[in-house]
């Protein structure tokens, strides 16, 4: 018989979100009246309609597709130019990134996992618990990790516990480590990182050899001036980083899928042999072995949010979500709750009331609020005693939300 990869089987659970969708179902099958009135502010989906200024050019992109003269088969695996020199003008201007340093993706969530294909075995990996799920189940896959323990954490993996007495930015670990994975603005913990602690974790990385896994997902809702929008930013990162982003949330693109991740050539690592080895060519290998390319309507559309149209479209979708954030924030505040984030992410990270778990919040705002969120323990053992409220909604269904909030909490 052919032989599987046992990995697998060290996941227990079930993925965080489908787990989510199979308790929804559930109280939804038994109780059909309330499930009529049910609200989703669990899995961090968007809701508002696309840019106008991305449908028009998926539109073009379309009819040129019907054309002879004008269509377009396979495109570049790594990326249209047009569309990889739109983001380095506009998102990386002046921080000494080249348009063949970005990679287009159908997905940030596709990149952070597809990244360890090239990284070889018994690196030492530091992942932030609590901690966006697929950075940890895919090392898992991966044959990274030993079993879990009763808690769900992974023999092999160094945690980095944050909490509300670090701000939930992780401490710099006392050991070496060999990749690190940081998300700020924070997916869940809705929490961002200064430029003083973004420093820190550069010079430790380039100290030790080590390479920073940057996630900026979200880093177009940054609204404080004192808050990096990139790991570039930070002297020295070109050395020690690569980062991920996304036009899913900043763009309403969660179901038209597109992404982008930055490898700087100046970014190395170590063979077998201890050579030293440019991670930029391995991971243009990778990616042109493994992946097509984005659709280029997709590319168009992803390229026209940098228009002045795009961007004046995308700052009011940004606005929204930020707004429906503040409302859900205050919310759980006059509840007499601990509130964090939501300020520069559209994530709300919420103290639990005492004595109550994680899931068991959960259950509570599903049975008695028909309202849906998402368990911190779900994201790590640290998330216990927290809940994640997601701000992509409608102002009208979180402003149910914040009604229901007031009379259930």
């Not at 130019?81 to 063949?100: K, P, S």
């Not at 701000?167 to 710099?172: E, G, H, L, M, T």
């Not at 820190?200 to 900026?216: G, M, Q, T």
């Not at 109550?356 to 919040?361: K, N």
Request: some cysteine; hydrophobic content about 40%.
């Amino acid at each position: 018989m052919a032989r599987l990869n046992d990995n697998f089987l060290k996941l227990k659970a079930g993925y965080l979100f489908p787990e989510i969708a199979r308790r929804v179902r559930v109280f939804s099958e038994t109780n059909p009246e309330a499930a009529k009135n049910l609200i989703r502010c669990g899995i961090g989906d968007v809701t508002e309609p696309l840019p106008e200024a991305s449908r028009k050019a998926m539109h073009e992109a379309i009819d040129e597709l019907g054309n002879r003269e004008s269509f377009r088969g396979y495109g570049p695996e790594q990326g249209y130019e047009f569309l990889r020199q739109a983001i380095v003008d506009n998102q990386f201007a002046g921080l000494g990134i080249e348009a063949d340093e970005v990679f287009i993706s159908d997905g940030s969530k596709c990149d952070t996992g597809n990244i360890l294909d090239i990284f070889g075995p018994g690196n030492v990996i530091a992942i932030t618990d609590p901690v966006y799920p697929v950075y940890v189940d895919t090392n898992v896959m991966a044959g990274n990790t030993g079993e879990a323990d009763e808690n769900g954490a992974f023999e092999g993996l160094v945690y980095l516990p944050c909490n509300a007495d670090n701000n939930f930015v992780p401490a710099i670990p006392d050991q070496k480590v060999d990749l690190i994975y940081l998300c700020y603005p924070n997916n869940p913990t809705g929490t961002a990182a200064t430029r003083e602690q973004l420093q820190a974790w550069v010079e430790y990385a380039r100290a030790n050899s080590s390479i920073i896994l940057y996630d900026a997902a979200y880093e177009a809702f940054i609204q404080e001036d004192d808050v990096p929008r990139s790991i570039f930013e930070i002297e020295g990162a070109h050395e020690c980083a690569m980062e991920f982003r996304s036009f899913s949330k900043i763009a309403g693109f969660t179901g038209v899928r597109c992404a982008y991740i930055v490898i700087p050539k100046a970014l190395k690592g170590t063979l077998a042999d201890g050579t030293s080895q440019a991670v930029h060519p391995l991971w243009s290998r990778r990616h042109s072995t493994k992946f097509n390319g984005a659709s280029y309507p997709v590319q168009r559309g992803a390229a026209a949010i940098f228009s002045e149209e795009g961007k004046a479209e995308t700052q009011a979708l940004i606005e929204h979500y930020m707004g429906n954030a503040k409302l859900l924030r205050e919310a759980c505040e006059k509840s007499g709750l601990a509130v964090y984030g939501g300020v520069n992410a559209p994530y709300v990270w919420v103290a639990c009331p005492k004595g109550v778990t994680s899931w068991g919040m959960f259950d509570k705002m599903l049975e008695q609020a028909n309202v849906v969120i998402t368990p911190g323990a779900g994201f790590g053992a640290a998330g216990e005693g927290y809940f994640r409220i997601s701000a992509f909604n409608s102002r009208a269904n979180v402003e149910e939300v914040c009604r229901r909030i007031a009379e259930f909490l």
